[in-house]
Structure formats: C-alpha cells, structure tokens
C-alpha cells in the first residue's frame, strides 16, 4: 500500500553497464521526481516530470535519462555508468508542479564498482 | 550554489527537552520553506512547513520559525520524544519552483 515505491533498493554494479531503476506512485498525481543524494548528503533535484513532459532537467549526464509510460510512472536509465553515479537515487511525486509537498520513495542505493 | 545550509551535521537532545534545528539561506528569493524528516533506508517526509508572508507555524509539538531579515529558519520540537531521532532536512522553493535542501541535521533524543 505504499505510495510511492522504487525498485531496486539497492543496485550494486560495474562500471560502463547500463541500468534502470523503476518508480510507481498510487497517489494520483501529476508530477513527479528523480532527486539525487550523493555522499556529502546534498539532496540534488535531477529531473521532474509533469503529465509526461519534461518540466524541470537540472545539468545532469545526458546518460541519464528519464522515461514516464504513463502518470503512475517515472523510470531512471542510466547508461555507461561511472564511479561517481554511486549515491542514492530517490523518487518523488506531488499533486501538481509548484505544489508544495512532496512524497518520497523509499530510495535506491546505487554502488557503481 | 548550496543555498539552503544546515551547519550542524547532530544534535542529541535529553528526552522531554527542546530540539532546535538551524536551516540558513542564501537566495532571498525563496518564498515557501519545508522541513522533511528521514528514517534510515526510508524517504524524507513532510514534516512542517511555512510560508514566506508568515514568521511561525505551529503543528502540535513541531513550530517552525522564519527570519527573514537573518535569512533564518528554525524547526522546534517540544518536548522531544525518542521517536523524533531522525535525520531533519530543510528545504526552500522560489515561486513554486524546485526545491533547494540542506545536507541534513542527524536528531538523537536520549531517552
């Protein structure tokens, strides 16, 4: 029953390997969020999606990239990984852009090898 | 650009006591600011937040103060409980826009 949930919870891999991690939330809403938290705990916003259009796209690696097949979904793929993509990967959504509450998921500990 | 600022990493406070948590800005721009609370291996969750016309906003024991002036803002929690130990982040959003976090305040209520 939870909100919004990611999966994996954690990703260990090697370096140059693609990989996705997937995103639902059941709360309806129309937008949603990747944020980034790398090792100096900086909680980073990377993307935000908005009724399956890109709104926000902070100066992330276009190795990332962001996929919504729909409302309920916003997938992170991560292509060639390298060793400094080793952070946690959270999930968020809110009920509409500029709205000012946000649901996290639970995060996505991303070990690149 | 870190524009939200959290300079105490812990604080551990006596159970019953006040918990005071410090959040500085940089960009006067921001006009609503969020306090979001954190389990390990769980996401933040909103805690309390306060808008920029107002300089307090009280949800039972949680009170979050603005300073405008000073570019300051506070999270009080009265009195603390052992189940508030938690990693307290701050946040800070311009006209609806994204949100700027602080690195964290780790809270450890000693019962």
């Known amino acids: 029953d939870t909100a919004v949930s990611q999966t994996p919870k954690y990703l260990v891999t090697q370096m140059g390997n693609d990989k996705s991690i997937k995103c639902e939330q059941n709360?309806?809403?129309?937008?949603m969020y990747w944020y980034k938290q790398d090792s100096k705990k900086f909680l980073k916003i990377m993307f935000s999606?908005?009724?399956?259009?890109?709104?926000i796209n902070e100066t992330v690696p276009n190795r990332f990239s962001p996929k919504s097949p729909d409302k309920a979904h916003l997938n992170l793929h991560i292509n060639s990984l390298e060793l400094g993509d080793s952070a946690v990967y959270f999930c968020?959504?809110?009920?509409?852009?500029?709205?000012?509450?946000?649901?996290f998921g639970p995060g996505t500990r991303l070990t690149v090898l | 650009d870190q524009q939200v600022k959290q300079n105490s990493p812990s604080l551990s406070v006596q159970e019953g006591r006040i918990s005071i948590l410090n959040c500085d800005y940089t960009?006067?721009?921001?006009?609503?600011f969020l306090w979001y609370k954190k389990y390990p291996a769980e996401g933040p969750t909103f805690l309390i937040s306060?808008?920029?016309?107002?300089d307090k906003n009280e949800d039972g024991r949680f009170t979050v103060f603005l300073n405008k002036s000073a570019k300051h803002l506070s999270l009080h929690i009265v009195p603390s409980q052992p189940g508030d130990s938690a990693v307290y982040f701050c946040?800070?959003?311009?006209?609806?826009?994204?949100?700027?976090f602080g690195t964290g305040t780790s809270l450890t209520v000693i019962p």
């Open positions: 306060i808008s920029s016309i107002k």
């Open positions: 709360l309806g809403h129309d937008t």
């Open positions: 946040a800070a959003s311009a006209f609806g826009n994204q949100f700027y």
């Open positions: 960009n006067s721009m921001f006009d609503y």
């Open positions: 968020a959504s809110s009920q509409a852009a500029g709205s000012n509450e946000q649901f």
């Open positions: 999606y908005n009724n399956k259009e890109l709104i």
